[in-house]
């Protein structure tokens, strides 16, 4: 037993460093494209991005539907100021052009307007900016508009690609559940940003490998996926509803491993859990730690004062205040009932039929246990809210989106207790 679980350390410190090595290796190597290559298409992209605000609505009253373009535009020009005559210290400190007194997206085009080009003066150290090495790869070819469309076009194949796996394996209320919780945060708007579309496209990527890993019953694969996916969600991700790529794969595989004991289950959810957070967090610590190597100097002063700002706020309201109105802002954001007047008559009546349904066709013998869990997984977004309550409350248009685990467990909790086939011990794993 002690040599089996060696040998796991061994593989999963191995499927870590390799992980971080290829990524960073990467970003790297995307420094290194000529910043005289991406020019026209870094030009394009910011005559785009002037012709809207830095935040705006598609529909003026609903901030469900607001487009981050100041996200983007701090994106691009982090990819665009990438210097390829010292790729790696470059991308560790993440630096982009700003002038005092002009709005991110005209900064960004005066910086590659300008001639001679003014050099960068802002650095954004904390993340890894993975997805500038995607934007910069991008740009040899296209613009920020061309690549909202691959976003969504890769959204689109994903999203299609998982329901028809669930459908196919008669995993109807998965299918179900996910359908609504996409639904229910506006997925039509996720491509508008690409911000936004990273956590999206590795939560569905991981989804459809989990239900792929679960029916062939490989739990060791499946947590070395886990831990993966959660390298891959910091090193893309600018902190948006990243408990996503962990949640919406992990209620499915435990809707699809619901025949076996609630305890393999509870293991199940907790070791591939743990397994993801050592991934996610172990990447942001690996971030700091390389940059303060190739930098020579500590980081930590960059880092520290932002993460008290996303815990605590600005000061504008005190703590209670502040999660309240966290909790409240996100929860408003959801379809239907962001869109007022119908949108709210039309929520209350789904939300009181739902309930008629679950009281009056409520079977005997439903899993309580199984719901349990669902319903444990499915609140983790509000306690991501509670806890960075600052950030969710200043950020809560896109944070909102995390809530879709949360409606894929309301769900899958109605189907258990309408509908499901109770739990049959099998073979533990």
Not at 119 to 127: E, I, V
Not at 367 to 379: E, F, P
Request: hydrophobic content about 50%; some cysteine; charged content about 15%.
């Amino acid at each position: 037993m002690r040599q089996f679980s060696i040998r796991k350390i061994i593989i999963y410190t191995a499927a870590f460093i390799a992980s971080v090595l290829i990524l960073m290796g990467a970003l790297v190597l995307s420094a290194m494209i000529p910043r005289a290559a991406l020019r026209d298409n870094m030009l394009s992209s910011a005559e785009l991005l002037c012709e809207h605000p830095d935040y705006y609505n598609l529909i003026e009253t609903v901030p469900a539907t607001q487009v981050h373009n100041y996200a983007d535009i701090v994106l691009l020009n982090i990819a665009y100021h990438f210097d390829e005559s010292d790729p790696l210290r470059s991308v560790m400190l993440a630096e982009y052009y700003y002038e005092d007194g002009r709005f991110q997206n005209a900064s960004f085009l005066n910086s590659i307007k300008s001639s001679p080009e003014p050099s960068a003066n802002t650095q954004y150290l904390r993340y890894w900016h993975g997805s500038a090495g995607l934007a910069r790869l991008s740009h040899l070819f296209t613009n920020i508009h061309g690549m909202h469309i691959i976003c969504a076009v890769i959204i689109t194949a994903l999203t299609i690609l998982l329901l028809y796996l669930l459908i196919r394996r008669k995993l109807y209320a998965g299918a179900v559940g996910t359908a609504a919780a996409f639904i229910m945060v506006g997925i039509w708007m996720v491509p508008f940003t690409l911000e936004y579309s990273w956590v999206f496209i590795i939560s569905l990527t991981m989804s459809v490998i989990a239900v792929k890993l679960v029916r062939k019953d490989k739990p060791e694969t499946l947590g070395i996926a886990f831990m993966i996916c959660g390298i891959i969600t910091n090193y893309l991700d600018f902190l948006t509803c990243e408990t996503l790529t962990l949640l919406i794969p992990l209620l499915l595989a435990v809707y699809m491993r619901r025949e076996r004991a609630i305890r393999d289950n509870i293991l199940f959810s907790v070791k591939n859990t743990v397994l993801w957070g050592v991934g996610y967090v172990g990447m942001w610590v690996t971030k700091w730690i390389a940059a303060a190597a190739v930098l020579g100097e500590d980081v930590m002063p960059y880092i520290t004062g932002h993460i008290a700002e996303r815990i605590a706020g600005s000061g504008q309201l005190d703590t209670l205040g502040y999660i309240t109105e966290s909790l409240l802002k996100n929860l408003s954001c959801l379809f239907p009932y962001s869109y007022h007047g119908a949108g709210i008559v039309v929520s209350i009546v789904i939300a009181l039929g739902l309930a008629y349904v679950c009281f009056v066709y409520r079977r005997k013998g439903a899993n309580y246990k199984l719901m349990l869990l669902y319903a444990i997984i499915g609140l983790v977004p509000y306690i991501r809210f509670t806890v960075l309550h600052g950030h969710s409350y200043g950020h809560y248009f896109f944070t909102y989106r995390a809530q879709a685990a949360a409606v894929l467990a309301v769900c899958l909790i109605i189907y258990e207790l309408i509908g499901g086939r109770g739990n049959v011990k099998r073979k533990r794993t």
